[in-house]
C-alpha cells in the first residue's frame, strides 16, 4: 500500500476561506465550519464551544490514530480474503493427487510476541531438531543393522 | 489540576474569585457586537473595555458593566504599577491590555491553525 496515500480526514473548510480577504473572513464562519468537523472527531457541542481549545489537538490525534487502525484493520481483512479466495481457486485448479492448499489455521499474528513466547519457540525448535537427529539416528542404525544381518 | 496551555487570567475582586479567558463562544459573540478581530490592533486602544469585558464572557457572563468597569480600574493600575514596558516603536505598553490582546490572539491563532486558514492573520 505504500505510496498510495488516501486522506481520510473531512475536509477542512480553509480551501474557500483562504480565498476570501482578511477581512471579510469571520471569526464566526470559521468557527461554525469547525464544529461539525471536531463533532465528527468526537468533541461534544459543549466541549466546542465553551471548553478549552488547547485540548483539540487530542481529539485531532485520536481521530488521526483510529483511522490509521481501522486502515490497518481493512487492510488485515482483505489479505484474509485474499488467503481465502487463494486457497479455493489453487485447489480448484490444483492437479490431481497434489496436497490441498490450507487456509492458514491460525490468525496472523498483529502483535510483537513477548519474551516467553520467544523462549517457548526457541525450546520448541531445540527439540524439535534433537527429534529429528534421533529419528535420522534410528533409521541409520535400522538400514545399518540390517546390512549387518545379510 | 488544569491540563492546559491556555492563557487565562485569575484574580479575586471584592472576594470573588474570577477567572477571565476567551472561547470559541465569546468569540463569536464578541464578533457579533461588533468586534473585528482582522483589527485586533486598533481595538486594543480604540476599544480595550469591549475586549475586556468579553474575557469575562465565559465564567461571568451576568457582571454587570459597572463591575467589569470597576475591575478593569483596579487591574490596569495593578499592571501599570509595573515597570513600564516598551515597544518597538519605543511607545509605552499597557500591559494589561497587552496580555488581552495576547489571549485574544492566542484563541485566534489557535483557531486559525486548526482550519489551516491562511486568509486569516492577527499582528500586533
Given at each position: 500500500m505504500e505510496g498510495n496515500e488516501v486522506d481520510l480526514l473531512p475536509e477542512l473548510p480553509s480551501e474557500e476561506d483562504s480565498k476570501r480577504t482578511e477581512s471579510e473572513t469571520p471569526i464566526s464562519d470559521m468557527l461554525d465550519k469547525l464544529c461539525p468537523y471536531y463533532m465528527l472527531m468526537g468533541v461534544s457541542y459543549d466541549e466546542f464551544w465553551h471548553?478549552?481549545?488547547?485540548?483539540l489537538k487530542y481529539y485531532e490525534e485520536k481521530y488521526k490514530l483510529e483511522v490509521e487502525k481501522r486502515n490497518q484493520e481493512l487492510w488485515l481483512q482483505g489479505l484474509y480474503i485474499y488467503d481465502a479466495v487463494g486457497t479455493v481457486l489453487a485447489n480448484a485448479f490444483a492437479k490431481r493427487g497434489s496436497t490441498p492448499k490450507k487456509y492458514p489455521d491460525k490468525p496472523y499474528r498483529i502483535t510483537e510476541k513477548s519474551e516467553e513466547e520467544k523462549e517457548a519457540e526457541k525450546k520448541k525448535m531445540v527439540e524439535d531438531f534433537r527429534a529429528q537427529l534421533m529419528a535420522m539416528d534410528r533409521r541409520f542404525s535400522q538400514r545399518h543393522g540390517r546390512e549387518q544381518g545379510r | 489540576m488544569q491540563n492546559s496551555n491556555k492563557t487565562r487570567i485569575e484574580f479575586v475582586y471584592g472576594g470573588k474569585p474570577y477567572k477571565l479567558e476567551y472561547t470559541a463562544a465569546t468569540l463569536k459573540k464578541m464578533e457579533r457586537s461588533g468586534v473585528k478581530f482582522s483589527k485586533l490592533d486598533d481595538m486594543v486602544f480604540s476599544a480595550p473595555e469591549i475586549l475586556f469585558r468579553g474575557a469575562?464572557?465565559?465564567?461571568?457572563?451576568?457582571?454587570?458593566n459597572a463591575t467589569i468597569h470597576e475591575i478593569y480600574k483596579a487591574l490596569k493600575r495593578t499592571a501599570d504599577d509595573e515597570e513600564p514596558k516598551y515597544d518597538e516603536d519605543g511607545n509605552e505598553v499597557d500591559a494589561l491590555m497587552a496580555v488581552i490582546g495576547s489571549m485574544i490572539e492566542e484563541a485566534i491563532n489557535e483557531w486559525k491553525g486548526r482550519s489551516g486558514n491562511s486568509g486569516w492573520k492577527v499582528t500586533r
Open positions: 471548553g478549552d481549545y488547547t485540548h | 469575562f464572557l465565559a465564567n461571568h457572563p451576568n457582571e454587570s
